[in-house]
Structures are given as structure tokens and as C-alpha cells.
């Protein structure tokens, strides 16, 4: 549905080691929808996308440095996957303040795969039904999330998926959760949820 994102500009965060068709299919789905996109990083340049988590594909040219990029400035954050590009972004102190605040401010987020691992460090995944890559559940569930093996999960803006198998369901409903908006927050500390 083209123009359903018109006039918003959504961020993707993500480091080398991004599984690259999690970055590129949902990174296409909301610019066809109207979308401008940035992709944010903890170090400017280029990142190094893979396949397989292993298999190095293409350099992806970073827009702007996590630590230098406002909130206010997006609608919407999309975490993709890839076991080492989460690794490295849970370790970025800056990265996980803008994830902390994105939950803080109530504004949707889409993560599928690995890219959990974030949210788990960024201490905003305690409370939320969400699912992942089958080898990361255990971990959700530790960190207090209600783990379910779906396609795609929808909790109160907050959108999952499991990998790449489930990307097209996944890219349908981020850009539905964008065009949604902002959800009103209820709870404005570090594990902050929203709700319709």
C-alpha cells in the first residue's frame, strides 16, 4: 500500500554482522510505502552485511552514528538480525540508550531474528510477548518476555518475527505498526511499554 508511511523516516540500527536480507526486504518495505529510511550504527562508514551469519556479502553505507541520532527524529526503529550484529550493538552504550528511548516515547519497533539480544540488554524486553530465532528464546525468557513461536507477534507496537522465512509477514506489519504511529506510554522507566 504505497503512502501509508509518507512523511515518516524510520531508523535501522544495526552494526557488521547483519543478516543482510533482514536488513535490505524490510528496509524496501516501508520506503515502498513511503518511508524516507536511515541506517544508524555505532561507528560511521560502512557496515559489513553477511548471509547465513557467516557467508560476508555487501558493505552497506552507514547514514549517521547511533550516538549522534535523536528519538525525535524517527517513527519508527527496525533491529534486524544476524547472531554477531546484535552482539556487537548490545555492547554500544549509546545504542542501547536509543533503544531504551525509542520504548520510552512509545513509538513501534520492529526486530526479528538475533536483534532480541538488544532489547534484552537494553532491558526492555521484561513484560513483552514476543519471538525470535529458535536459540535466543531461552534468553527472552530469562530476561522475563512472554516467548511464543509465531511468524510474526504484535505486542503494543513491539514487532516480531523468527528469521528470514518469516520476512514477508514481518515487512507487512511493521509497515502497518509504523502507519499506526505512536502507541501512549503507561510507564516511563527504563522498561517502559506501550499501549494502543
Known amino acids: 500500500m504505497a503512502g501509508e508511511l509518507q512523511g515518516k523516516t524510520i531508523a535501522i540500527l544495526a552494526a557488521d554482522g547483519v543478516e ?6 524490510p528496509r524496501q518495505a516501508v520506503e515502498r510505502a513511503g518511508a524516507d529510511t536511515e541506517l544508524l550504527s555505532i561507528d560511521s562508514g560502512e557496515i559489513q552485511a553477511v548471509e547465513g551469519d557467516l557467508k560476508p556479502t555487501a558493505k552497506v553505507a552507514v547514514d549517521r552514528k547511533v550516538a549522534d541520532a535523536s528519538v525525535d527524529q ?7 538480525g544476524g547472531a554477531v550484529n546484535p552482539d556487537k550493538l ?9 533503544v531504551q528511548e525509542f520504548f520510552k516515547a512509545g513509538k513501534p519497533v520492529g526486530v526479528i531474528c538475533h536483534g532480541p539480544w538488544t ?17 535466543m528464546r531461552t534468553d527472552l525468557r530469562n530476561a522475563g518476555a512472554n516467548v ?49
Open 20 to 25: 543482510q536480507v533482514e536488513l535490505e526486504q
Open 74 to 80: 524517527y517513527d519508527g526503529l527496525i533491529l534486524p
Open 90 to 98: 548490545r555492547s554500544d552504550e549509546g545504542a542501547l540508550r536509543f
Open 119 to 135: 532489547l534484552i540488554e537494553a532491558d526492555v524486553a521484561k513484560g513483552r510477548t514476543l519471538t525470535s530465532w529458535p536459540s
Open 148 to 196: 511464543v513461536d509465531e511468524a510474526v507477534v504484535t505486542d503494543q507496537g513491539l514487532v516480531s518475527s523468527r528469521g528470514p522465512q518469516d520476512l514477508d509477514a514481518f515487512c507487512e506489519k511493521i509497515v502497518e505498526e509504523f502507519a499506526e504511529g505512536e502507541h501512549r506510554v503507561h510507564d516511563a522507566g527504563a522498561t517502559a511499554r506501550a499501549t494502543r
